[in-house]
């Protein structure tokens, strides 16, 4: 799952998809990237650069409610798109960004 700052699309893919489901209070942007990824029309490439770097903190890891809530919305953004498992595919989720926590 790319950082929501590097996914850039047409504006036709947010005719067809929407926008961000307002209803998460964090996670709209994942929820919104599992609906546009899944999406066998949409030609998705990877760009191997480094085009934007975040930082660690803000609503989803600035602190363990924080972790928690954003747990939780993204385990209901899973559903809502049809994943069977996810609590599976959060748990590799978070274990693929792992090193990237160590690297700092």
């Given at each position: 799952m790319p950082p929501h700052p590097t996914l850039?699309?047409?504006?036709e893919v947010y005719e067809k998809h929407g926008l961000f489901d307002t209803t998460f209070k964090i996670a709209g942007d994942y929820d919104f990237m599992l609906r546009v990824m899944q999406d066998k029309e949409i030609n998705l490439h990877y760009l191997p650069e480094v085009v934007t770097k975040m930082r660690m903190g803000g609503a989803s890891t600035g602190s363990i409610k924080g972790?928690?809530?954003?747990?939780?919305?993204?385990?209901?953004?899973?559903?809502?798109?049809?994943?069977?498992?996810?609590?599976?595919?959060?748990?590799?989720?978070?274990?693929?960004?792992?090193?990237?926590?160590?690297?700092?």
């Open positions: 850039f699309l047409r504006k972790i928690i809530k954003k747990s939780r919305e993204d385990i209901r953004a899973l559903r809502n798109n049809g994943f069977k498992f996810p609590l599976t595919v959060l748990v590799a989720k978070n274990l693929r960004k792992l090193p990237q926590v160590l690297k700092r």
